[in-house]
């Protein structure tokens, strides 16, 4: 699997805001994961980590517990090329000749006050794909899984997201 690298990996943490106190932000996470339903168990996990790791909050809160913050994150399976020609004639081939399959993620993050009022919104895309051929079988060992792939782009996407946000000054 590769990604075309339109959000760039985590740099520095974004600075420290001059306020005194952090705040809580209560994260909402809904949409359709890259993998289906199943995938935003994933997006979520994902999500969580990065806001933690921003260190810019207090908290970060799940449970629908008040917060300062709240953001509602929509995951999107933004789609894909479909069945690419390459794939069908992978799959006809039996994968002797090589198909490439593209897929497009995208989040769009909503970020209310604590009197439910929209403060902004920051949207991401990354497009993904993956090669199907059957000699590839053999650098599989040495390659990450697609999984992991899509859990780097995920936490990658709510990084910027974070980093956007912060410079906008939505928090």
């Known amino acids: 699997m590769v990604r075309d690298g339109a959000v760039p990996t985590p740099g520095q943490r974004p600075a420290q805001s001059a306020q005194p106190a952090k705040k809580s932000i209560a994260l909402h996470v809904a949409g359709i994961g890259p993998q289906g339903k199943e995938g935003?168990?994933?997006?979520?996990?994902?999500?969580?980590?990065?806001y933690?790791?921003?260190?810019?909050?207090?908290?970060?809160?799940?449970?629908?517990?008040?917060?300062?913050?709240?953001?509602?994150?929509?995951?999107?399976?933004?789609?894909?090329?479909?069945?690419?020609?390459?794939?069908?004639?992978?799959?006809?081939?039996?994968?002797?000749?090589?198909?490439?399959v593209?897929?497009?993620?995208?989040t769009q993050t909503s970020?209310?006050?604590?009197?439910?009022?929209?403060?902004?919104?920051?949207?991401?895309?990354?497009?993904?794909?993956?090669?199907?051929?059957?000699?590839?079988?053999?650098?599989?060992p040495f390659a990450d899984s697609p999984a992991v792939k899509l859990s780097a782009a995920q936490y990658d996407m709510h990084r910027a997201t974070i980093e956007d946000a912060h410079q906008k000054g939505i928090f």
Do not use: C
């Open 40 to 50: 935003l168990g994933d997006s979520r996990e994902q999500a969580i980590k990065a």
């Open 52 to 100: 933690l790791d921003s260190d810019l909050f207090s908290s970060v809160i799940t449970n629908g517990t008040p917060a300062d913050l709240h953001a509602d994150i929509t995951v999107l399976d933004a789609g894909d090329d479909g069945f690419s020609w390459s794939a069908a004639v992978s799959a006809i081939t039996f994968t002797m000749i090589p198909g490439y």
């Open 102 to 106: 593209a897929q497009d993620l995208a």
């Open 111 to 140: 970020y209310r006050d604590r009197q439910s009022k929209e403060i902004g919104t920051v949207e991401k895309r990354e497009k993904m794909g993956f090669w199907i051929q059957f000699f590839l079988m053999f650098a599989m």
